[in-house]
């Protein structure tokens, strides 16, 4: 599932090049076709993207709401575009700019209140501007949960995904297994800026690359797509910092990737 830095830059593109236009929309796979009637003849004014979830404002106040989940497909051309398939949810459509969407977890139109009743529900996106990091402080660590599970919950904190939560409690030097209670406000600052400046960087260059990485390894023949990452799917390699072999483990269901000294549970530490 595309993290927050997919969706912003998907944003940053659309506004632009999509921004200004006015577009014919239809729904080829059909699931969609009176919603793109609703659509269809209006201006595009803003695009915004609050973590995993996109918002196309269009003239008249009406607002499309995208979460592209698993398998959602954005595409965009800058003509007319080529013949949608057959799973084209809904196709946005003008001479210079044309963008096709299929397989989305969401696809729906919004008043602006209902947006903002969605988006009131969402955690800070570190990304956005008027993100507030002392209430994703709060927001993170209330209850005992592990620190890694209450990083993929959207409703605390938006747009982290698998491998960004791996990287940032890295770059942190936080235990993942850390119950989120135990979360001190030092932790949370280097936390809060490890985020920002991941997503920042990958939402500017189209994917993750960890700073501290292992040197050379983006300009080694043959690279692996994990040779961008300090920890994320790195299991019995050497951490970068300090060499002890990269650990995994699974919680609820997901692999969580961390250096088992760098990351130490901080027992006898404080
Ligand atoms: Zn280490």
Redesign the pocket.
């Known amino acids: 599932m595309p993290e927050g830095n997919i969706i912003h830059r998907l944003a940053r593109v659309h506004r632009r090049w999509l921004v200004g236009r006015q577009f014919t929309a239809d729904s080829p796979q059909g699931r969609f076709t009176q919603d793109a009637r609703r659509l269809s003849g209006r201006t595009l004014v803003g695009v915004e993207a609050h973590g995993k979830h996109l918002f196309h404002h269009f003239e008249g106040e009406v607002h499309l709401h995208l979460h592209l989940g698993l398998v959602g497909n954005i595409r965009h051309f800058r003509c007319a575009g080529p013949p949608p398939s057959t799973a084209c949810r809904l196709r946005l459509a003008s001479p210079h700019a044309t963008l096709h969407l299929s397989g989305p977890q969401r696809c729906e139109l919004l008043s602006p209140e209902a947006e903002a009743a969605l988006r009131a529900r969402l955690g800070e996106d570190p990304l956005r501007p008027e993100a507030s990091a002392p209430r994703a402080f709060e927001a993170l660590r209330r209850g005992r949960a592990p620190l890694a599970t209450v990083l993929l919950d959207q409703a605390r904190i938006s747009g982290v995904g698998n491998i960004l939560r791996a990287e940032a409690l890295f770059l942190a030097r936080l235990p993942p297994q850390l119950p989120a209670a135990e979360l001190r406000p030092e932790d949370f600052e280097r936390l809060w800026t490890a985020l920002r400046e991941l997503l920042e960087d990958a939402a500017r260059d189209g994917r993750i690359v960890t700073p501290h990485s292992p040197p050379n390894a983006l300009t080694l023949p043959g690279r692996r797509r994990e040779d961008r990452f300090c920890v994320y799917d790195r299991e019995g390699q050497p951490?970068p910092?300090?060499a002890?072999p990269i650990t995994r483990l699974s919680l609820s269901g997901r692999g969580l990737f961390f250096?088992p000294?760098?990351q130490a549970p901080r027992r006898g530490r404080r």
Request: aromatic content about 0%; hydrophobic content about 0%.
């Open positions: 951490c910092r300090c002890t250096c000294r760098c």
